[in-house]
């Protein structure tokens, strides 16, 4: 071929395929006088013209072309061929696009039988353009290109690829159906077999899906959904370091990220099916706002869709949507079930409760505690106004106390209120102590008051008795301490009587007979029960001292002074028994208290402990002042005889002794509880026989 003839192709060439772009490039550079169209310069001029058009065009347009239908197409149709290009240049249609020809072959031929133009919108077709039989839409017009004689020679398309919106639509609606259908759903196994039911209508984004929980013990994950026809085991166990099964959950709890699941084909126990997707993913299922995760969703990935980010993007946003239904059902279930377990506990409560809802506060729980203090049957009171439930206290306050507390939001508490009450036709004091607090929603808004009381009419009548029978007591004290006072002074006379009458005899008899032996026994022994009934007389007048007046000298007493003045007491008997003395009082041992009654206290305790010391040891005698809140405390130790448990209440009882080898009227620890007691103190005793005491005395404060 000459050289000026190349050139002349070059230019026409150059000419025709005037364009921007990768397809004009590709055009120019076509070896044309190899196909069967020949050289650019001998195409019809439509079709030349056809061809810039298309070149310079930024919508995806083609022309097939002949009876052939040789193909030309722009760069803005490349993406539409996939894997086609750049071998579609001039190939034939009907081999070019051989998997749908079925579908659109027939179109294309009418057309260049003069049959009328054709528009589809959102046209399924399904294109092996990137290795595999991919499902895609394309809304597109087929029209007749005329060559220059104006005769129908090709087919003139215009057309965009629509998948993503188709897709994006149809998995929009999945989404919107489950978000539908999971408001009306009240349980977890019902939402996910709804679920899944909704999912099993779009089977070609979601050829299966298995929808798995996670027990509470977070030991199994247990399938309550399942669409498809997949095989899914009912229970997975997580325990395990290991996969159990197909599907990863151990990996996914691991790293709470998706796992796709290769080569679906080989893992299937009857091994592989046709049409059956070959691969699948595991997602995570998070409580919504949480990091914590409550199961899987499975999903078969359909073999004819690229697993892209929209694909993706879906499965998470069902996700999502799976796991904000299962939250809010959980939320309800749980909800439900506190409540239940709250009217229960109600139900159980030993004490009376009711709720009463807004103003006119209506009963909206009565337990069987209430109800029966109320005298009422619960379905006569439930959903009704305080006043309509009970008529009987309209004027008697109540419904006031409760207005207060609705209205102001502060709990009102009474210990002993008197109602009337209608009971066997007839209205009785019932007596309440009670508790209403007010009852708030979420926003802190008080909607209600709660109620919490107890019939306390046996405590009530059995107070009376006890006020009655203390009342009685008292006289019945009253009474032994005139006796007391009484005996205390009418017996001195009579005893100084026999004091005289026995000196008077005394002066009256011989010498001879004053000196007999048995004489002298007589005498001493009457002299002995004359002083042993002195000392009781005195001990008497003490206890009607101690009745009568409870500290009429009541000043600032430093215990240490009292201590030092009772030693003095017992100096005698403290070198001859060889006693020992520790003595340690706090710097503040100060007490407001009665001179007089102080003194008798610390002389008695100091006194028993010598009084009572073992014969097998030296006494020692510890002495110890501390201040505990209220009160200061006094304690006094020995190593004495001691006592056994059960004597300890004993010794604080009028006339009790333990040992009868001790001189003693037993009247002086009863002195010493009476006067603690009637300042507000009390006095305690700890002991073991053979060991010891320690009186503890409290003074208060």
């Known amino acids: 071929m000459p050289q000026n003839y190349r050139d002349e192709v070059a230019a026409d060439a150059l000419r025709i395929f005037q364009g921007k772009g990768q397809m004009g490039a590709m055009m120019r550079a076509f070896n044309w006088e190899a196909h069967p169209l020949g050289p650019p310069t001998n195409w019809p001029q439509s079709l030349q013209a056809n061809i810039r058009l298309l070149l310079n065009s ?101 057309c965009t690829e629509v998948t993503s919106t188709v897709l994006g639509q149809r998995r929009l609606k999945t989404l919107k159906d489950i978000a539908d259908a999971m408001a009306q759903i009240q349980s977890l196994d019902q939402a996910c077999q709804e679920a899944s039911q909704i999912l099993a209508q779009n089977p070609l984004d979601l050829p299966f899906s298995q929808i798995y929980l996670i027990n509470r013990q977070e030991t199994e994950a247990r399938l309550l959904g399942a669409s498809g026809q997949e095989k899914a085991p009912e229970r997975v166990p997580l325990s395990t370091p290991e996969t159990v099964g ?314 240490r002074d009292v201590l030092a003045d009772v030693q003095l007491d017992f100096e005698n008997t403290i070198n001859s028994t060889g006693a020992v003395i520790n003595a340690r009082l706090s710097p503040d041992s100060t007490v407001k208290f009665s001179a007089k009654n102080v003194r008798s206290i610390v002389y008695n305790l100091f006194s028993n402990a010598l009084k009572y010391r073992s014969p097998e040891r030296a006494p020692e005698i510890r002495i110890r002042t501390e201040h505990v809140p209220g009160f200061l405390v006094l304690s006094v130790t020995d190593n004495g005889l001691g006592m056994k448990p059960e004597d300890r209440a004993k010794i604080f009882t009028m006339f009790k002794r333990l040992h009868d080898h001790v001189e003693g009227t037993g009247i002086g620890l009863y002195i010493v509880k009476r006067i603690v007691e009637n300042a507000g103190g009390r006095i305690e005793v700890e002991s073991e026989k053979g060991k010891g005491s320690t009186f503890t005395v409290y003074f208060k404060r």
């Open 58 to 158: 930024n919508f995806p347009m083609f022309i097939w072309w002949s009876r052939e239908l040789y193909a030309f197409h722009n760069d803005a149709y490349i993406p539409a061929l996939g894997d086609k290009h750049p071998a579609a240049l001039g190939a034939s249609a009907r081999k070019v696009w051989a998997e749908v020809w079925k579908d659109i072959g027939g179109i294309a031929e009418n057309i260049l039988n003069g049959g009328d133009s054709f528009y589809a919108e959102g046209l399924r077709l399904i294109l092996e353009r990137k290795g595999f039989l991919e499902e895609t839409y394309w809304t597109f017009s087929y029209s007749p290109a005329f060559n220059d004689e104006g005769q129908v020679y090709g087919v003139f398309c215009a």
């Open 246 to 559: 197909k599907w990863p959950f151990t990996e996914v709890q691991r790293t709470h990220a998706l796992y796709l699941v290769e080569d679906l084909h080989s893992l299937r126990e009857d091994g592989q099916v046709v049409q059956m997707p070959q691969r699948a993913v595991v997602l995570p299922i998070f409580q919504p706002g949480q990091n914590r995760l409550i199961g899987f969703f499975v999903s078969g990935i359909s073999h004819e869709l690229e697993y892209d980010q929209d694909y993706q993007n879906f499965h998470e946003l069902l996700v999502g949507q799976v796991a904000t239904s299962i939250a809010s059902i959980q939320a309800r279930e749980e909800a439900a079930r506190q409540q239940a377990e709250l009217i229960a506990l109600f139900e159980q409560a030993p004490v009376a409760i009711c709720i009463l809802r807004g103003p006119e506060h209506v009963v909206e729980l009565a337990n069987p505690g209430i109800c029966e203090l109320w005298g009422k049957q619960y379905e006569d009171v439930i959903k009704k106004p305080i006043l309509e439930a009970l008529p009987e206290v309209k004027d008697q306050g109540i419904k006031e106390l409760l207005d207060g507390v609705y209205t102001s939001g502060v709990p009102y508490v009474n210990n002993e209120l008197q109602v009337m009450l209608e009971r066997n036709g007839q209205l009785e004091p019932v007596y309440f102590s009670f508790v209403y607090h007010p009852m708030r929603n979420a926003k802190r808004e008080i909607i209600g008051v709660i109620a919490v009381a107890i019939g306390i009419n046996e405590q009530v009548e059995a107070r009376h008795e006890i006020e009655a029978m203390n009342a009685e007591l008292r006289a019945i004290n009253a009474d032994l301490d005139n006796f007391v006072y009484s005996a205390s002074h009418d017996l001195k006379a009579p005893i100084s009587n026999i004091e005289g009458l026995m000196d008077t005899l005394l002066d009256y008899l011989p010498e001879d007979i004053k000196q007999q032996d048995v004489v002298q026994r007589v005498l001493s022994l009457m002299h002995a029960s004359v002083n042993r009934f002195k000392r009781a007389v005195a001990d008497l007048t003490e206890v009607a001292k101690v009745q009568r007046v409870a500290g009429d000298d009541v000043t600032s007493i430093d215990l």
